[in-house]
């Protein structure tokens, strides 16, 4: 008979005693739940971006090897040959989103009304490709054109179609650290806000261009309400992102890009132009509007040494049974031994009625 054993078990309570004390003067350890988008999520966005290019534009028309092509004359009379034109213009691209996102990413409850949220990542088109079209708002001197015959009269903007195409990449991923508030407005539910600064990606096509204007970074400022209910969790958030795209440094020169321009009058015709001229810096603007509901599951807490969802005299159980030994679960910092420390976390981390 082991006649010590009750100063052994005054020296464990002591030791318990002790360790709650160092625990409870610490922050509760973090909930955390892993979330993922559900499909009633949706995301609307639509990009617009301005390039200049100023130039001249003639007719394809080469004595020798396209005798037939379209000439281009200045004014309403005279002139012959083939002759240049001025004209001015802004290059348009409008990109447009219609989809429901898939994604992922990490939310922890830090106590004292903040949270973070890590690792989000979503696929923004999640199959549903977005459009891209292209077009050229034209200003030009009156001028005219032989084969077709037709005249082109100086009456401000006119839109050239210039073509479309599609997106078929489209991605925000987290780029850093997205600390914000976690109200609790009744028992289990937050109040949610938290600025999460993504890089967006996206990639298509139009005319036969590839698309691709390279990481583009910005800002989720996620709102709504988190509901918590045991180790699971859902969250309705929404953001609104309202961004200025460049500037962007110019393009290479444009020399003889072929160019169909719709007759004007007489309506019908195609006169068939090469175009050459400078651009100048593109800018634009994006505006996206993202709706996301997302259910989510508990992170087991290391302190839930038995893994049923709370920490209570069960998990404290366990790690007294295993007293100096390097049990795994019981071993609650990962520090090769069961002792106080683990017996701290376990009490600091005590919730059972969660």
């Known amino acids: 008979m082991d006649f010590n054993l009750p100063n052994r078990l005054l020296c464990l309570a002591s030791t318990v005693a002790t360790t709650f004390a160092v625990a409870s003067s610490h922050t509760v350890f973090a909930q955390t739940f892993d979330f993922t988008a559900l499909p009633s999520s949706t995301v609307q966005q639509n990009l617009t971006v301005n390039t200049p290019l100023a130039g001249t534009l003639i007719g394809n028309y080469d ?7 379209t000439r281009t004359l ?14 001015t213009s802004t290059v348009r691209t409008t990109q447009s989103i219609s989809s429901h996102p898939a994604g992922t990413f990490s939310l922890s409850l830090l106590g004292g009304g903040a949270c973070t949220i890590s690792g989000l990542t979503s696929d923004l088109l999640n199959g549903t490709p977005g459009t891209i079209d292209l077009e050229q708002v034209l200003t030009y001197s009156t001028f005219r054109t032989v084969n077709p015959n037709s005249l082109f009269p100086s009456v401000g903007q006119i839109t050239i179609p210039l073509g479309s195409g599609s997106l078929t990449t489209a991605t925000a991923v987290q780029s850093g650290p997205a600390v914000g508030t ?11 806000n938290v600025p999460v600064p993504v890089v967006f990606t996206m990639v298509g096509s139009v005319a036969g261009q ?7 970074p910005s800002v989720f400022a ?12 859902s969250l309705t958030v929404s953001a609104s992102e309202n961004s200025v795209v ?26 068939n132009l090469l175009f050459s001229g400078t651009f100048g810096e593109t800018t634009g603007t994006s505006l996206l509007t993202l709706s996301l ?16 969802g709370v920490v209570d005299g069960a998990d404290l159980t366990i790690v007294l049974s295993a007293w100096g030994s390097d049990l795994l679960a ?16 376990v009490l600091g981390a005590w919730c059972p009625k969660c």
């Open 182 to 192: 976690a109200q609790e407005t009744s028992p289990g539910t937050f109040s949610i």
């Open 246 to 271: 460049g500037p962007v440094p110019p393009l290479p020169p444009l020399e003889n890009q072929p160019v169909a321009l719709p007759t004007v009058i007489p309506t019908g015709g195609t006169a």
């Open 293 to 308: 509901a997302a259910s989510g599951a508990g992170q087991t807490d290391p302190a839930d040494t038995n893994g049923d």
């Open 222 to 233: 996620l709102f709504g309400t988190l509901t918590v209910s045991g180790s699971n969790a």
């Open 74 to 87: 200045p004014g309403l009379f005279g002139g012959s040959g083939n002759q240049p034109i001025p004209y």
């Open 210 to 216: 590839a698309i691709d204007p390279g990481p583009l």
């Open 63 to 69: 004595a020798t090897t396209n005798p037939t092509g």
């Open 330 to 345: 019981a071993d609650v910092n990962h520090d090769g031994i069961v002792n106080g420390a683990d017996i701290a976390i």
